[in-house]
């Protein structure tokens, strides 16, 4: 099985600044036939199911703002938000599909300083 | 717009059964893989079970030999059967789309408690 292990667990950042949230698998998660990396970024909010922000590691999905970044290869991945705002407060979880069974990391609660 | 709806879940006691569904609209469901997911009270994310768009299948170890996953792509809906109910099977039971996990429901509730 492939481990995803996120750090920090926590994170408590000012408005305005910066937020990074590191991920990192066991094994790749690169699909060389597809040359992308099978890995996704989501935000939880209290009560709510998950919300995909970054799928292929660094592709924004429709409607995200672009405050939040995905970047890495391979085993590293980073899920960078430029200029927390107050609505970014969440866990956030990143995710591999490479391979069955399909994990994620243990989450990362934002919070603001 | 894409909508997932799961039903199903409730209060079982330990070795009871249940069977989730999970109602898609929005997309073309038959093209699609399907997932679920679950989420223990204050826990993280746990994948569940995968079926491809042609049934191909795929469980965790957890649930496996207790869990069945199947399909039904003429009424657009995913269904979880789950026997063998333990009280670590507690959780949130999210359907959700493609192995990206793109589109989620709201979840179902399933507690298993005497």
């Known amino acids: 099985d492939i481990v995803m292990t996120q750090s920090p667990d926590s994170l408590a950042v000012s408005l305005g600044e910066r937020a990074t949230i590191n991920c990192k698998s066991s094994q790749s998660v690169f699909y060389r036939s597809k040359n992308q990396n099978y890995l996704t970024w989501y935000q939880q909010k209290p009560g709510q199911p998950p919300k995909l922000l970054i799928y292929?590691?660094?592709t924004r999905e429709s409607g995200v703002p672009d405050r939040f970044s995905g970047s890495g290869s391979g085993t590293d991945f980073t899920l960078t938000i430029s200029s927390l705002q107050a609505e970014d407060v969440a866990v956030y979880y990143c995710h591999q599909y490479y391979s069955t069974p399909y994990t994620f990391g243990q989450g990362t609660k934002l919070e603001i300083k | 717009e894409v909508q997932l709806v799961e039903s199903g879940g409730g209060l079982v006691q330990p070795g009871g059964s249940l069977r989730l569904s999970c109602a898609a609209s929005g997309f073309t469901f038959s093209t699609y893989s399907m997932n679920w997911v679950r989420q223990a009270p204050g826990k993280g994310l746990e994948w569940v079970s995968y079926?491809?768009?042609?049934?191909?299948?795929y469980y965790a170890d957890s649930v496996k030999g207790r869990f069945t996953i199947s399909r039904d792509n003429v009424n657009k809906s995913l269904f979880l059967q789950m026997n063998g109910l333990r009280a670590e099977d507690t959780a949130v039971y999210y359907c959700?789309?493609?192995?990206?996990?793109?589109?989620w429901g709201q979840g179902t509730l399933v507690t298993v408690s005497s």
């Open positions: 959700a789309r493609d192995g990206s996990l793109d589109f």
């Open positions: 079926i491809s768009s042609t049934s191909t299948i």
């Open positions: 292929w590691a660094s």
